[in-house]
């Protein structure tokens, strides 16, 4: 007989049916010591997806994990060809992985990494290969620059606003808004399209009150970008006056706007196709222009549109239908319709497949001489092909094996050999897609092997059903048999059933069935055994339990519980009080026949439990105990009746059945000597629920038949308590049960709310409905949320009713939410929910802005800030850390926490000397954001450039001060003396004639020059010939003349302009003189 075995995952076998034969899997088991010696071909376990989208911001990872053994090596291609990641410095391979990192922290292009990976895992015994990863970094490419004309449009007519965003990888989400970044409000009139057009149905003069900008939000890169806006000139034959309007019934007639028969903006024509695949979403758009804005309405022509997994959008100009399958196919029609007239648009709706599993092929283990078989069916439209491979390479061009034949869809194996595992791929492929699945051949041979430990010592309690576990391993799968105390004959039948796993049952278990029992294990490479001892024991018992009990205040009672159990076994004795544990004080006492109180009081009322318990079973037993006040008063004759508490009442009947009530009558039991007070009417319902009671009315203890409220579709049973000053009765027994008719619900879930658990998701919760809330078969929640600020379609999921939550992945970090949540069952939905707000996840905050460092004085230094520009989230306080240094010396690090609204804080320095270190960061709930940092200024840059008022109130510097302006009053004086020198000179013809004596005399009060001018200056300079150069007077005439002409007036003063000019002859042997001297340099200042 041919056996098909697969490699699970759960230890133990597993018996299938198949309509030939039945089919054994055996499965290789966790144990450590028997995966050691198992040899496995390569299976892969983890893999990045076929489509794999990167932001380029970040690192890039190509996942690829793999077990076997031994421990498989991995082989990358990238477009067809083996990849040499060894070569290239930016790509690193996982250790004990086949994953491949990327880094481009060194620098790099992402966009130079793009292709089609592929990940071989391989060992001696085969080749697993992942699926073909298409690696495609993100772009966000810019909106090209275009002025747009202003759009003149007649009030009333239909307009279309075009948006043709730049192509993203992904594409972008498309929202609307004004220049202004003002939401642009949509409604049926005015409405975006799935294209992220922007349709009027007709345009309205308020339309030109703001201006439209199409908006392209790029996910990955977190980025958005604007278009150009568009500006609206609306053409009306009436001015806009609201006051006009307000009270007139028709507002498109007032404005003198004529009504316009609906026709389709989106699609347009009246037909059109679509084509969706299997699994995916449908959606169906029908835009219409007209006056009045039409209404409409979506059929299924020849069917029903499918219940619960429909749903309107874009106020319901767009239907979408969930997981489409093969049965949506059809045409489905749009109605477009208001007072004027309608109009209908037909859709064919043509559903195509991807491949999908049918059959997917699993891992075969075969032993030696065996055969199996893999299957692989896939469907799919068009019907995918299939194609096998072997260790990667197509099958065909793989070494022949006698053992193996392909036929189509399946790969058979006959009479398999040791060295024949492989791991083989099956490839279903189509137009839309394609699935891969490996799946491996081992050929092994083991012997049996039991998993159980040795010896085992099993008690059981008579008259209990009992499994021995035998779990066992090998290959070929072993028989099992089991025998008692060595006997010979196998067990099974009467009151022993084998099951396939090796397991044992005994049905009833009697003291006849102990002893000792052997399960074998057997094929043809050997066998194993182990042995079980099996106790049979008595069971726990309570034979005398405590009773319900009326002690007076301050008496002693006693609470019987006397117990049988098996005296080998260990017995617990505990007490519980309303189903707690019962603390024993000093008043108490416990024994082996039970629980002694002492001076009872109020406080002791309760129900009292005896639980006898042993390590196989336990039992308990139940007693009320009720305490009487002592009355101070006089006995009369006619109280002295004791009171307790009511008997049940009995005998509960329905009657008046209704949709939405019943009627329920009972018979009051006695009151035991107290006047019944109250009924509780209890219920119990058996779909969510079975089980447990709930209260769902009180009455007064003068009736005995009360109409009862139903909510619709539950199972209802109802009892009855009674209620005196003594307390509660024992339930009634229960009524018959009365189920109501299904209705929608009336209610939505409680409790709705938004928050995020990570950065990038938003946990939506809230509180389901109760059984008496759903009112039907199937409840199930429609959950709804959309971005508040963009204003976008609402997203939505159906999950079913008894989800309390639903996780919204790849949100933007904290921002807000409108979410709701809608009931729904078989019947219909329960009214359209209030919006809750909620939001997404918080982040860490970005680092506070404009972080500034002053130093006022050298005793403080001023800190102050800003809030961060992107708190990513609620922003809970700052945290500063700051540390004096002063050259390579550093003090203790000082942290400071501020709230969120403080911008500024004061440092008192600790000495004038020492510069500041600060690092600022942002809190949220998440953490420490990123740091603003900075340092203190220099003491000899920003004190004295700050301080310049108080140096000027020191003593030493107004005493410098005072010195330098005494030096510069001395130079002026030195320089004004010096000028005066000059007086009146004689007049020459020739600097170089010599001057007569009789020219040497005063005769007019000037003063001539003697010999004496000829010689050297005290002052003058040694050439560097020896010859001593002569100082001339700044003064002299001639330097100051023209072209060595002077002119004088008759008394032979100077009255020419003075000038630098000198002749060259008279420059060229003065020069060096005049540089060096210090007196001319005194004379310049003058």
Not at 42 to 54: A, E, M
Not at 659 to 669: A, N
Request: with cysteine.
């Amino acid at each position: 007989m041919v056996m098909q075995r697969y490699l699970l995952t759960y230890v133990g076998v597993v018996l299938t049916l198949s309509p030939h034969h039945f089919i054994r899997a055996i499965e290789v088991p966790r144990d450590s010591s028997i995966q050691d010696e198992l040899f496995q071909p390569p299976t892969i376990t983890k893999q990045s997806v076929k489509n794999y989208i990167v932001d380029p911001r970040d690192n890039i990872n190509i996942e690829c994990e793999a077990k076997g053994n031994p421990f498989p090596t991995f082989t990358w291609t990238r477009n067809g060809k083996f990849f040499n990641y060894g070569k290239d410095p930016r790509v690193t391979r996982r250790s004990k992985s086949g994953t491949l990192s990327i880094d481009f922290r060194s620098g790099g292009r992402p966009e130079d990494y793009e292709g089609e990976y592929q990940c071989f895992a391989q060992n001696r015994l085969g080749t697993a290969i992942s699926n073909k990863i298409v690696l495609q970094v993100s772009k966000s490419p810019l909106w090209p620059k275009e002025n747009l004309d202003i759009q003149e449009v007649h009030e009333g007519a239909p307009l279309i606003l075009a948006c043709n965003p730049p192509p993203g990888l992904p594409p972008p989400a498309i929202f609307w808004m004004s220049s202004s970044m003002e939401s642009i409000h949509q409604d049926k009139r005015v409405s975006q399209g799935q294209n992220g057009d922007l349709y009027f149905s007709n345009v309205m003069q308020e339309d030109a009150l703001t201006d439209y900008s199409c908006n392209a939000r790029f996910a990955f890169t977190h980025t958005i970008q604007q278009k150009n806006p568009y500006t609206l000139k609306v053409l009306t034959k009436h001015p806009h006056n609201e006051t006009s309007f307000r009270n007139h019934t028709d507002m498109y007639s007032a404005r003198g706007v004529t009504e316009r028969h609906p026709s389709f903006m989106y699609p347009t024509g009246t037909s059109s196709s679509q084509m969706v695949l299997r699994g995916e979403d449908l959606l169906l758009e029908c835009i219409a222009s007209g006056v009045p804005t039409p209404d409409i309405i979506w059929h299924k022509r020849g069917g029903e549109l499918p219940v619960g997994r429909i749903s309107y959008e874009n106020f319901r100009k767009a239907l979408r239908i969930a997981n489409v399958s093969e049965e949506d196919s059809g045409e489905y029609f749009c109605l477009a319709s208001n007072k004027v007239g309608s109009s209908r648009h037909t859709v064919s709706v043509r559903v195509k497949a991807a491949p999908y599993w049918l059959d997917e092929p699993e891992n075969l283990v075969l032993a030696p001489g065996e055969g199996g078989r893999l299957i692989c069916r896939a469907n799919g439209n068009p019907k995918p092909s299939i194609q096998w491979l072997v260790n990667g390479e197509p099958i065909e061009s793989s070494l022949p094996n006698p053992s193996r034949e392909v036929k189509g869809d399946t790969v058979m194996f006959r009479d398999a050999q040791i060295g024949s595992s492989a791991v083989y791929q099956c490839n279903a492929s189509n137009e839309h897609g394609y699935l891969l699945a490996n799946a491996f051949v081992s050929v092994l041979d083991v012997s049996p092997r039991i998993l159980a430990p040795r010896n085992q010592l099993m008690k059981v309690i008579q008259n209990n059903r009992t499994l021995l576990d035998c779990p066992f391993f090998g290959s070929p799968i072993p028989t099992t048999r089991w025998f008692k105390n060595g006997q010979g004959n196998t067990l099974h039948g009467g009151n022993y059933k084998m099951h396939e796993n090796g397991t044992l049952e005994i049905i009833m278990a009697r003291r006849e069935d102990q002893g000792t029992y052997t399960c074998v294990a057997t094929n043809i490479l050997g066998k194993a055994e182990i042995q079980v001892r099996l106790e049979v024991k008595d069971p726990t018992r309570i034979t005398t339990g405590p009773t319900d009990t009326v002690p007076k205040k301050g008496s002693t009672i006693h609470l019987s519980c006397r117990i049988k159990y098996d005296s080998t076994l260990k017995l617990t004795v505990t007490w519980l009080k309303d189903d707690s544990i019962l603390y024993i004080g000093n008043r108490m006492k416990k024994d082996e026949d039970g629980l002694t109180i002492y001076g009872v009081s109020e406080k002791d009322q309760g129900y009292y439990t005896c639980v006898a318990s042993t390590e196989l079973d336990r039992d308990t037993a139940r007693a009320h105990l009720t305490v009487l006040a002592v009355s101070a008063s006089p006995v009369n004759r006619m109280t002295t009746f004791p009171k307790a508490r009511p008997e049940r009442p009995r005998d509960l009947e329905l009657t008046d059945l209704a949709e939405r009530s019943v009627r329920l009558t009972w018979i009051p039991g006695d009151d035991n000597n107290s006047p019944i007070t109250d009924y509780i009417v209890e219920f119990e319902e058996d779909k969510l629920q079975p089980g447990v009671w709930h209260n769902h009315s009180r009455y007064p203890g003068s009736v005995n038949s009360a109409v009862l409220r139903l909510a619709p579709y539950v199972n209802y049973q109802f009892r009855v308590i009674a209620v005196n000053e003594v307390g509660s009765s024992y339930p009634s027994l229960p009524s018959e049960r009365y189920q109501t008719n299904g209705a929608r619900p009336e209610i939505n879930p409680t409790g709705v709310q938004g928050a995020g658990t990570s950065k990038n998701n938003m946990v939506i919760s809230w509180t389901p409905l109760n059984a008496t809330q759903a009112y039907g078969p199937r409840l199930k929640y429609i959950v709804k949320w959309r971005r508040r600020d963009t204003r976008e379609s609402w997203s939505n999921v159906t999950v079913s009713g008894d989800v309390n939550k639903y996780t919204v992945t790849q949100t933007p970090t904290y921002v807000p939410y409108e979410i709701k949540v809608q009931a729904e069952n078989e019947f219909g939905r329960a009214p359209e929910p209030d919006v809750v707000i909620g939001y997404s996840g918080e982040d860490l905050p970005s680092s506070p802005r404009y972080f500034k460092i002053r130093q006022p004085n050298l005793e403080t230094i001023t800190l102050e800030w800003e809030h961060p520009e992107h708190p990513n989230g609620i922003l809970i306080g700052y945290t500063l850390r700051y540390q004096a240094f002063n050259g390579s010396k550093t003090g203790r690090t000082i942290l400071e926490s501020f709230s969120p609204n403080q911008t500024k804080f004061l440092i008192q320095r600790t000495d004038p000397v020492s510069r500041y270190r600060c690092d600022l960061r942002g809190r949220t709930q998440i953490g420490e954001g990123e740091p603003a940092k900075g340092e203190s200024p220099s003491h000899l840059n920003e004190a004295y450039a700050k301080n310049q008022g108080d140096i000027a109130t020191q003593g030493w510097f107004i005493g410098l001060m005072c010195a330098i302006a005494l030096l510069v009053l001395i130079l002026l004086i030195v320089c004004f003396i010096k000028r005066s020198r000059g007086g009146k000179y004689p007049v020459r013809e020739n600097k170089d004639v010599p001057l007569d004596p009789d020219d040497q005399k005063v005769d007019n009060g000037s003063f001539d020059y003697s010999d004496e001018d000829n010689k050297p200056l005290q002052g003058s300079q040694t050439s560097l010939d020896g010859t001593i150069k002569q100082q001339e007077s700044d003064d002299s005439l001639v330097d100051y003349g023209e072209g060595g002409e002077g002119q004088f007036n008759e008394d032979g003063s100077f009255i020419g302009q003075y000038t630098v000019k000198k002749d060259k002859e008279e420059t060229e042997g003065n020069e060096s003189s005049e540089a060096t001297s210090p007196v001319n340099a005194i004379y310049s200042l003058a």
